[in-house]
């Protein structure tokens, strides 16, 4: 027997020992993550009970008269345990589609977790939305090395390797992301856009989450060539942010940065993902970024976006 709870802050313990256990969810799902921004968001999250014991959860935002899962998060959809199966899943979306209903929601936005995130298999959520008549909207290509199977740089990207590491770069992790940032600022403006986090946020996160927030970065001397934060899920890896300066990208700092997570610090995991590189919801390919990724031996993921009319 399932029960539907609406999410309050009393039963963060709840939600996080769920996440904890799921078989699709990471520390993005946690509310130590989803509640630093929480004031430019109407949470209307959802907790799924199964005979009184909490079983999965859904992010979710409030924007007008739409439920997105949620507006804060990449992905995000229902993070289940192992105790929710495709009969359960099935019950829990009737009575998801019900509550939303009964609060005047016209559509929920279902952004779903990529499988590379997955611990186990986890696409009940899939199966349910298709047979609720949800449809396929948005479909973003990302960019992921699977490390364990045969992967492998181009010949250039090698080369460009070997000569940042005569060029002498060194590499180093866990430091103060203010240097960081500040080049990340940079790079992105010239494309007139900003980063997603600003400092103050990612020195909240990295404290929230020491071990899982990484920033990675090579230097010439004392000059900051390039940097990748990662967000370190266990079996997949995500670099969240990537950015060189003019200097880096002469010597071949980032293909050297990657190099040393792919090949040295990572490389016992399951995956690397470099993140999209689409644009307009989807509509456009970023050839160049694209490249870029798939000369370290990265091949497509996608993530998808559905609408489902209540």
Not at 40 to 49: A, G, M, P, Q, W
Not at 87 to 109: C, N, P, S
Not at 213 to 224: K, Q, R, S
Request: hydrophobic share 45%.
């Amino acid at each position: 027997m399932l029960a539907l709870k609406p999410y309050a802050a009393e039963q963060a313990g709840r939600w996080d020992a769920v996440v904890e256990h799921a078989r699709n969810g990471n520390f993005l799902h946690r509310r130590a993550y989803m509640d630093y921004h929480a004031e430019r968001f109407v949470d209307c999250s959802l907790l799924v009970e199964r005979r009184g014991e909490a079983a999965a959860v859904l992010p979710a935002s409030l924007h007008g008269d739409v439920v997105v899962s949620h507006g804060g998060l990449t992905y995000a959809g229902l993070i289940a345990t192992p105790a929710m199966r495709a009969a359960t899943t099935l019950d829990a979306f009737a009575q998801i589609g019900e509550h939303y209903r009964g609060r005047g929601i016209r559509k929920l936005v279902y952004k779903a977790v990529p499988h590379v995130f997955h611990a186990t298999p986890a696409e009940e959520d899939l199966y349910a939305l298709h047979r609720l008549g949800a449809q396929l909207k948005r479909r973003d290509l990302s960019s992921v090395i699977a490390l364990q199977e045969a992967h492998e740089f181009t010949a250039e990207r090698r080369r460009a390797v070997n000569k940042a590491r005569k060029a002498g770069l060194r590499v180093q992790s866990g430091g103060d992301p203010a240097a960081f940032h500040e080049l990340l600022t940079e790079v992105l403006r010239r494309h007139a856009a900003t980063p997603v986090h600003s400092l103050a946020e990612l020195r909240l996160l990295q404290g929230r989450f020491p071990g899982q927030i990484v920033l990675h970065e090579a230097y010439l001397g004392e000059a900051l060539l390039a940097g990748v934060m990662i967000y370190d899920f266990g079996r997949t890896v995500h670099a969240q942010y990537l950015a060189a300066s003019d200097e880096g990208r002469r010597l071949n700092a980032l293909s050297l940065l990657l190099a040393e997570l792919i090949e040295n610090v990572y490389a016992d995991r399951r995956h690397v993902s470099l993140g999209i590189s689409t644009e307009r919801e989807g509509q456009l390919l970023n050839d160049g970024l694209v490249a870029q990724k798939e000369y370290f031996g990265a091949r497509a993921v996608v993530h998808d976006f559905y609408e489902w009319t209540l």
